[in-house]
């Protein structure tokens, strides 16, 4: 059975920085892409970073510069470093697998979903 379990989420002040974390287990997902997706109060789930097999990264422009995906394979390990926090990043941030070597920012590519951590960021 796979599991995703995201931590690290917690209220900072506008301009600080976070690092969440998402454990995987259940399966050898080295070759999975590996994706963070949040959603706001309010809004659609939207995507925000993704590292492919061999470790390309993507970030949509809303956080391009600013925060950095990256994984760690013997720890089953997905990070999402971010820094100059705004506000508008306050969101449910959840960590998702997708069995695609590649696969692209469309949920529907992703298999598999952690519950979700809290990010809020006050002004």
């Known amino acids: 059975q796979v599991q995703l379990v995201e931590s690290g989420g917690g209220l900072v002040q506008a301009g600080g920085s976070l690092r969440l974390s998402c454990a995987a287990s259940g399966r050898t997902f080295s070759r999975d892409t590996m994706a963070w997706f949040r959603q706001a109060p309010g809004k659609e789930r939207e995507f925000v970073a993704r590292?492919?097999?061999?470790?390309?990264?993507y970030y949509a422009d809303s956080v391009k510069g600013r925060f950095t995906i990256s994984r760690d394979n013997a720890k089953s390990t997905v990070y999402l470093y971010m820094s100059s926090l705004k506000p508008e990043d306050t969101a449910v941030y959840y960590c998702a697998d997708s069995r695609l070597s590649i696969a692209t920012f469309r949920q529907s590519h992703y298999d598999f979903w952690g519950q979700g951590t809290q990010v809020t960021i006050s002004s």
């Open positions: 590292i492919v097999s061999g470790d390309k990264t």
